[in-house]
């Protein structure tokens, strides 16, 4: 399995800003899925997880603004960023599986103030 995240860049605070991740191979499907990240001097956080049925899981820091989807007949994970902070800033990565499982190339956000 691989996965290919997409959608980074630099936006202001109070903004948005969509990730995607494509996953490939037959393992996607009884998988949950999940966006992490790693801040600047930061340990690598959790910031939003979907099971395969569609429960969904959020950091603290992100609920009401961040929204997780997966379509599994596309193979693809969302994550909708909104009233984005500058401490969000970070690289965000796709994972399929858990801490154990497969992890995507990464994709920086930048929020700036």
């Known amino acids: 399995v691989q996965l290919q995240a997409s959608g980074g860049g630099l936006v202001q605070a109070g903004g948005s800003l969509k990730l995607s991740c494509t996953a490939s191979g037959r393992d996607f499907i009884i998988n949950t899925m999940g966006w992490y990240r790693q801040g600047p001097g930061k340990q690598r956080e959790m910031v939003a997880t979907?099971?395969?049925?569609?429960?969904?899981n959020y950091a603290d820091s992100v609920k009401g603004r961040f929204t997780i989807s997966r379509d599994n007949a596309k193979k693809t994970v969302d994550l909708q960023m909104s009233s984005l902070k500058p401490e969000d800033t970070a690289v965000y990565y796709c994972n399929l599986g858990g801490s154990s499982g497969v992890w995507g190339q990464g994709t920086l956000v930048t929020v700036s103030s």
């Open positions: 979907i099971s395969f049925g569609g429960r969904t």
